[in-house]
C-alpha cells in the first residue's frame, strides 16, 4: 500500500494552460514536501510545507497543504515546456523520521 | 560544494555478480539516505544513517544488500549476489537534521 498517492501519474498538456496534481494519504504529516525529477538526475527540492492550510508560491507555482496535513496539491499556471518533469510529493510523520514519497506526477509540457 | 556525488553512473552486470554503488555525501551532512527507485513501485527507501551509525535498514529488501558507512565522508551498497530484479535507479542523499534532502544523480542499475 503507497502511504502517499499521487494523482495523476501521467499529464500532457499545451504550454500556457494550467494545470493541479494531487498528493493523497490517510495519515497525517509533520511536514509535506514537493520534489522535481528531470532524467538522468536525482529529485530536487522546490518547497516545504508544514503548517495545516499553508499555501506558498514559487513563481508560477501553488502549493498548499490541507487543513488536516493529509493532502497536497501542486497548481501550476501558464506552463512552459521548462516544468516537463517528474514532481513527487514526500511526507514525514515526524522530526525525525525519513521521508516516504509518492509515485509522482509524471509532466509533459508541449510547445 | 559539489552535492551528493555517486559512482557510478552506470553499472551492467550479470545475475550472480557482486555490486557496489557508492557516494559521497554533502560535507558536514549527518544523514545519509539510500533510496531505489523503479517505475512500478517509485521512490523506496532502503537504509538511513545518522552520524555514520545505521538507524532504521527495514527497507532493504533481502540479505542480498548490505550497506555500510566507514566515515562521514563514504557510504557503499552492495548487493551480491545480484539478481534482474535489482535493476533499478539507485540514489544516495545527503541531509542536516530538518533540513531537506540532497540527492546524488544516482546510479542506474542493469542486471542482466
Known sequence: TQLL?????FL???EGENLTVYCNSSSVFSSLQ???QEPGEGPVLLVTVVTGGEVKKLKRLTFQFGDARKDSSLHITAAQPGDTGLYLCAGARSGNTPLVFGKGTRLSVIA | DAGVIQSPRHEVTEMGQEVTLRCKPISGHDYLFWYRQTMMRGLELLIYFNNNVPIDDSGMPED?????????????????PSEPRDSAVYFCASSLYGSPLHFGNGTRLTVT
Do not use: C, D, V
Open chain 1, 34 to 36: 514537493w520534489y522535481r
Open chain 1, 5 to 9: 498517492e499521487q494523482s495523476p501519474q
Open chain 2, 64 to 80: 542480498r544488500f548490505s550497506a555500510k558507512m566507514p566515515n562521514a565522508s563514504f557510504s557503499t551498497l552492495k548487493i551480491q
Open chain 1, 12 to 14: 500532457s498538456i499545451q
